[in-house]
Every structure is written in structure tokens, then in C-alpha cells.
């Protein structure tokens, strides 16, 4: 059963019919601050990403591509179960991107040694000089997302940002220790 849902003009309020009336308290001002810090850094990284994507379409590398080439990049020769973990995508969906990959030269499988079963995943010769053009775009993007930004300032955006990634990942791991009926204390 689906329920109507009207637009009034001077208000601009969702009224769904049927449904009780909820009143939602209205913010405080550190609430919409902290809204609005998890709004810019959302749509501060989906612009990048955006702007990268533009940069890298004339190599002829996807977005999914040149992420599992940088995280590789990072640590060459890993699990391919590690790294659909560190990409936050499933085991088929990374199976499929790493067979494109591989088709296409810029990467390759080997068994891990002492399990046949396990498949690690190396950079070949080919992906090596597409990071180094990947770099070279990088740094050009940064140039631009950066403007107007100096040394001190960039140095303490990369000191916040390492911080609030400590801090999530922290709040990760305790959820999943929370979810796994395991005590941390």
C-alpha cells in the first residue's frame, strides 16, 4: 500500500497522507555544523572524484580501474580477498574487474605461495607507467583543488583529514567488535 505524497508551495513540506504527523525538533547550531562538515566532506570527495575521472578519461582507465591500480600501487601483490575488503566490494565484483584488468595488461594473478587456492594480485610493467601518469594528473588536480590554499593550511587540512580517518576507522572497528558480541574492555 503506497501512500500519497503532496508538495505544499508556501511551506515546502512533504505531507504524506495517512500518516501521523511527526514534529522534528529543530537543530541547534553544533548539529547543523556537524550536518554540514559530513555534507562538504561527502560532496568535497565526489567532486574530486569526478574531476580525476575527467582527467584519467583520456588514458581509457575507469574510476574502478585506476582505484584498484592505486591501491595496489600502495601494496603490490596482495590477496585479491584483501583487496576486495580495502575497496569495500564484494568478492565477485572485484572478480570481475580484476579479469578486465587483467585482460587489458595492468595487472596479473598468481597463486599465493603455500595455497594454489589464493590469488594474489601484482601491477605489471604497462600499470607501472600509468601511475606514474596518474601521478602527474594528480598532482595537476591538486594544484587546482588546492588554490589558494597555502603550505601551513595544506599541511593542517592533511593533519584533520588523518585525524578524522584515525577516528573513523576507530569507530569502524568498535562497531564491528560491538557486532561481533565481543568485549573490548
Given at each position: 500500500?503506497?501512500?500519497?505524497?503532496t508538495?505544499?508551495?508556501p511551506?515546502?513540506?512533504?505531507?504524506?497522507?495517512?500518516a501521523p504527523?511527526?514534529?522534528?525538533?529543530?537543530?541547534?547550531?553544533?548539529?547543523t555544523r556537524d550536518?554540514?562538515?559530513g555534507?562538504?566532506?561527502?560532496d568535497?570527495?565526489r567532486?574530486?572524484?569526478?574531476?580525476?575521472?575527467?582527467?584519467?578519461?583520456p588514458?581509457?582507465?575507469?574510476?574502478?580501474q585506476?582505484?584498484?591500480i592505486?591501491h595496489?600501487?600502495?601494496?603490490?601483490?596482495?590477496?585479491?580477498?584483501e583487496?576486495?575488503?580495502?575497496?569495500d566490494v564484494?568478492?565477485?565484483?572485484l572478480?570481475g574487474?580484476?579479469?578486465?584488468?587483467?585482460?587489458?595488461?595492468w595487472i596479473?594473478?598468481?597463486p599465493?605461495?603455500?595455497d594454489?587456492?589464493v590469488?594474489?594480485?601484482?601491477?605489471?610493467?604497462?600499470?607501472l607507467g600509468?601511475?606514474q601518469e596518474?601521478?602527474?594528473v594528480?598532482?595537476?588536480l591538486?594544484q587546482g583543488?588546492?588554490?589558494?590554499f597555502?603550505?601551513?593550511e595544506r599541511h593542517?587540512?592533511?593533519?584533520?583529514?588523518t585525524?578524522l580517518?584515525?577516528n573513523l576507522i576507530?569507530t569502524?572497528?568498535k562497531?564491528?567488535v560491538?557486532?561481533?558480541?565481543?568485549?573490548?574492555?
Amino acid at each position: 500500500m503506497s501512500a500519497n505524497v503532496t508538495k505544499s508551495a508556501p511551506s515546502r513540506k512533504l505531507a504524506v497522507t495517512g500518516a501521523p504527523e511527526r514534529k522534528v525538533a529543530p537543530l541547534n547550531a553544533t548539529a547543523t555544523r556537524d550536518l554540514r562538515i559530513g555534507f562538504l566532506i561527502h560532496d568535497v570527495s565526489r567532486l574530486r572524484r569526478n574531476m580525476f575521472d575527467q582527467y584519467m578519461k583520456p588514458l581509457g582507465v575507469t574510476r574502478s580501474q585506476w582505484w584498484v591500480i592505486a591501491h595496489l600501487a600502495r601494496k603490490d601483490g596482495m590477496m585479491q580477498t584483501e583487496l576486495a575488503s580495502l575497496l569495500d566490494v564484494g568478492k565477485v565484483t572485484l572478480g570481475g574487474l580484476v579479469d578486465r584488468l587483467e585482460a587489458g595488461g595492468w595487472i596479473n594473478r598468481r597463486p599465493a605461495p603455500g595455497d594454489r587456492r589464493v590469488k594474489n594480485v601484482f601491477l605489471t610493467e604497462q600499470s607501472l607507467g600509468l601511475l606514474q601518469e596518474m601521478r602527474a594528473v594528480e598532482k595537476d588536480l591538486n594544484q587546482g583543488v588546492l588554490k589558494g590554499f597555502n603550505p601551513v593550511e595544506r599541511h593542517q587540512l592533511a593533519d584533520l583529514l588523518t585525524r578524522l580517518r584515525a577516528n573513523l576507522i576507530g569507530t569502524l572497528d568498535k562497531a564491528r567488535v560491538s557486532d561481533a558480541g565481543v568485549d573490548d574492555d
